[in-house]
């Protein structure tokens, strides 16, 4: 949700832009109207491009007031209470090492922790089923005093020890030992197939996050460039409409092209993030502020 908000945040202001460079274009347009340097079709179509442009933003603005709610209920808190979100969306990007990655997740993952210890018990299980074909020693001692006189009572010659050892083996217990082996068994031999089910989920989740952290890196890479290149065709659009050799569709096509550049970086950005916490859970890792700043 925190990381959800920032590319909200990042969603409103690529939007916002989007409407200010659409309002800025039609008050030139209009500008050069009224001196007869444009028609009144150019007018009317930049209008028109103001209009398309801010339903994206009034879309943004309600994911921001949706999302805002969700946070605050996480936190506990009031739904009027105001509260800042201070961050950045950025991603602090690592080296992928698969292989490294999937031994850290055999030994860190709570769930093989765990299995392997219901494995450990299974397995002592079994020889504790066996005790009953075994023999059953039980050992016994108690003492006491006897006297009709109280004061000569504690005395040594008035004590009375007994102590004992019996020893018994069922000869036959109509199976019970081996039923009670044998289900023993059967558990061992579930917990070990989990075990390899968990070892397989994990091997599959690490390569999941390896490939998302992939694919996000290579399209962050991407659109940083495009994003500067869409920048500046927006700015060679504009210079070529004042000029008077470029047409509106041009600067509304630059403008479309630059917000959707950015807002496929800050996506792509977003998704790196994700990735990341999925690969550090898998991997059993304790959250750290600084992995994702």
């Not at 219901?118 to 397995?123: E, M, P, S």
Request: aromatic content about 8%; hydrophobic content about 40%.
């Amino acid at each position: 949700l925190f990381y959800g908000l920032l590319l909200a945040y990042e969603t409103r202001r690529i939007a916002k832009d989007l409407v200010d460079n659409a309002k800025t274009h039609y008050d030139e347009v209009t500008s050069k109207f009224c001196q007869g340097t444009a028609s009144k079709f150019d007018v009317l179509q930049s209008k028109t491009q103001v209009a398309r442009e801010m339903p994206q933003l009034v879309s943004a603005e309600n994911s921001i007031d949706l999302l805002m709610v969700e946070f605050k209920k996480l936190l506990v808190l009031k739904l009027g209470e105001n509260i800042s979100i201070m961050g950045e969306l950025k991603p602090n990007e690592i080296v992928i090492k698969e292989n490294d990655f999937l031994q850290e997740a055999y030994s860190k993952n709570p769930k093989m922790i765990l299995k392997l210890l219901g494995i450990d018990i299974n397995k002592w299980a079994i020889e504790y089923a066996k005790a009953g074909w075994l023999p059953q020693v039980m050992a016994s001692a108690n003492g006491g005093y006897t006297s009709n006189n109280f004061s000569e009572m504690m005395d040594s010659r008035q004590s009375n020890w007994n102590i004992g050892v019996k020893a018994s083996m069922a000869i036959f217990d109509g199976f019970a030992t081996k039923a009670k082996v044998d289900e023993a068994k059967a558990k061992y031999n579930q917990s070990n197939l989990q075990k390899d089910d968990i070892i397989d989920q994990v091997a599959v989740d690490i390569k999941n996050a390896c490939l998302d952290l992939t694919k996000s890196k290579t399209i962050i890479d991407t659109q940083r460039e495009a994003v500067v290149e869409a920048a500046e065709a927006l700015r060679l659009s504009e210079v070529r409409y004042a000029n008077g050799v470029g047409i509106n569709l041009d600067i509304f096509d630059s403008e479309v092209a630059l917000a959707q550049v950015e807002q496929s970086l800050a996506q792509g950005i977003y998704d790196y993030i994700m990735a990341k916490s999925q690969l550090d859970l898998t991997m059993g890792r304790e959250f750290s502020q600084e992995n994702y700043n």
